[in-house]
């Protein structure tokens, strides 16, 4: 496990992260949400949102698993029908010290909580987003300007060369 990355949420927030290139995750802390970047025929599939192009994936609902909440939010923000594989490559460390309300759904976080990172390979083309707070998604090469202006590039990038390796 490497911490290659680190950040807060937004301008004025005590909310900390840490990224971490890992195979496994830690048993200590809760899971809060889940990130998958998928690949098509050797390209991206990403989604946008009021963010803009970005990794698809969410929250975790109550009742639902890792694995179950990955499925979900790919088949919701890209279509993703046919998942043949995915491989957790990291994850995101945070640390919330206020417990800050999260949107609408006023469900409050852990003050420590994890994001795991997945390769997903597709057996089909995704057919589009069909989630309210997805405007569009779409397959990208790595390259294109989609790819390049996302606030999740760097992990774009890290999740390509790494797929690429396997």
């Known amino acids: 496990m490497y911490k290659i990355m680190q950040g807060v949420w937004g301008t004025n927030s005590d909310t900390e992260w840490e990224f971490y290139i890992s195979d496994t995750l830690p048993n200590d802390t809760d899971i ?9 025929k050797g390209q ?12 698809p994936g969410g929250h975790v609902e109550e009742g639902e698993d890792a694995h179950s909440c990955l499925v979900r939010e ?39 909580t994890l994001v795991p990172y997945y390769l997903v390979d597709l057996g089909s083309e995704p057919v589009g987003a069909d989630a309210e707070d997805c405007f569009d998604s ?14 999740d590039y760097a992990l774009i990038l890290l999740g390509y060369t790494l797929q690429i390796k396997h």
Not at 32 to 40: K, N, T
Not at 79 to 101: E, H, M, Q, Y
Not at 138 to 146: H, I, S, T
């Open 138 to 151: 779409g397959l990208f090469n790595v390259y294109d300007a989609e790819i390049q202006e996302s606030h």
């Open 74 to 112: 790919l088949s919701e923000e890209i279509g993703a029908a046919d998942i043949l594989s995915k491989k957790l490559f990291g994850f995101r460390k945070i640390t919330n010290p206020d417990r800050k309300v999260y949107g609408i759904e006023g469900k409050q976080y852990p003050r420590n």
């Open 32 to 40: 809060s949400a889940v990130m998958g970047i998928p690949f098509w």
């Open 44 to 55: 991206i599939a990403l989604t946008k949102t009021k963010r803009g192009w970005e990794i």
